[in-house]
């Protein structure tokens, strides 16, 4: 093998074949021999360095590393070549993880079946190709189907759960991420809910991932929102025969839209990985998680700003990845508590870590009201900031007590 990586290396001399490489996903740890890495990796170093114009020649390399003879072989196809290192790394790496496993499932099982799931889905992106470059000059038809299915309402976003919001920004699109913070016990779990069976009655189909409540609680919640029942009465025991005979129907016609799927995630199960990656093996490609604070980082951090940073930048990251299917994602914040004592409403900075979510979000939206306003079952929705559209406000029906219901008031500020 060390004789192909370096009849590889000698073909990557050239910048034509090194983009091919690139492209096609080539990494370091496909190479066996510890010298073939470095050299590939000061050959990267080299190449970004020179704006992936011109890349290092033989002398070059033999003045890096002295003793090394990179042999030339001009019928080696790049492409083989590449394809050939990441399948031999693949089968070595799946035979040495299956081992690691069965050491592990002696033990405890369910403890190796999320071992190696979690290291499955590092191996299956280290031999993932490098899709994130598009040549305008050459895909031209591409982009005016796009516009011209995005005029005909074919390409409009999936949906926030309030029509006007979605009028607004065009529902939210494959691989764009939506924030929504309120303060603690405001309605980010209701929020998300509506938002879920909305989806749900367009034909979606979402996930709810409750890293906070337990499932059945948000079961109750989805009943609730999809019935139209008081939410209050549900949670409290309180239907009478007629309320629960609405609500079993309501639950068979549910079931025959295709259901709602609801998951709890343990811990240890709450990184971004595992959590997006199982809504796309369940078919259900609309993750809908509650909430921020609840996910675990695939790395150690230094404090709760550390925390959200990677967190949030994982996430935009994995519902964008094209190799796997871009995913639509709604992420419950809370917001600081130094907003709790403004009067005036909120905005970006009532965010923790506003900086992050602002940067790396798509869309922003806050849930706030006062006194007056819960007295009133209202509740005000601000969308505080968006790529492709103009913020705006909206004042929202917050029914939870004699039915279960959230919908447009009126409009604020648009």
Request: with cysteine; aromatic share 6%.
């Amino acid at each position: 093998m060390s004789e192909l990586e370096r009849r590889l290396l000698a073909n990557l001399t050239s910048n034509r074949e090194m983009v091919t490489a690139w492209e096609l996903g080539l990494r370091s740890v496909h190479f066996t021999e510890l010298v073939c890495k470095a050299m590939f990796d000061f050959m990267v170093d080299y190449w970004h360095t020179e704006q992936q114009r011109m890349m290092p020649t033989l002398a070059v390399l033999t003045k890096q590393f002295p003793g090394i003879e990179l042999p030339i072989d001009e019928d080696l196809s790049t492409t083989w070549a590449t394809e050939q290192l990441k399948n031999d790394f693949a089968n070595t790496a799946i035979q040495e993880k299956m081992l690691e496993g069965a050491k592990i499932a002696h033990a405890d099982p369910q403890e190796a079946v999320r071992f190696l799931r979690s290291e499955f889905h590092s191996m299956a992106e280290n031999v993932t190709p490098r899709y994130s470059r598009s040549d305008m000059a050459l895909n031209i038809v591409e982009r005016r189907t796009r516009y011209l299915e995005r005029a005909e309402g074919q390409r409009r976003g999936v949906t926030l759960g309030i029509p006007a919001l979605d009028d607004h920004v065009g529902g939210l699109l494959p691989g764009e991420l939506c924030v929504v913070g309120a303060y603690s016990k405001t309605g980010k779990t209701m929020w998300l809910a509506n938002v879920a069976i909305a989806a749900r009655r367009s034909g979606l189909v979402p996930i709810f991932f409750s890293l906070e409540m337990p499932k059945e609680e948000i079961e109750d919640r989805l009943d609730a929102m999809f019935s139209g029942i008081s939410y209050d009465r549900l949670s409290k025991s309180k239907l009478n025969m007629d309320e629960m005979r609405h609500l079993a129907a309501c639950q068979e016609e549910l079931a025959d839209l295709g259901g709602l799927k609801v998951e709890a995630p343990e811990e240890g199960d709450r990184t971004v990985a595992a959590i997006v990656n199982r809504a796309r093996y369940a078919d259900a490609p609309y993750p809908i998680i509650d909430q921020l604070s609840f996910m675990e980082p695939a790395r150690r951090v230094r404090d709760l700003k550390e925390h959200h940073s990677v967190i949030m930048r994982q996430l935009k990251a994995e519902i964008g990845r094209a190799s796997a299917g871009r995913v639509p994602c709604v992420l419950a914040v809370q917001f600081n508590r130094e907003s709790q004592r403004r009067h005036e409403g909120v905005g970006l900075d009532s965010f923790a870590n506003a900086t992050e979510v602002e940067a790396t979000s798509d869309l922003c939206l806050g849930l706030w009201r006062n006194a007056e306003m819960e007295q009133a079952n209202q509740m005000q929705m601000r969308l505080l900031g968006a790529r492709r559209s103009r913020t705006a406000s909206w004042l929202l029906n917050w029914h939870l007590f004699g039915r279960t219901e959230i919908s447009m008031d009126r409009v604020l500020d648009e």
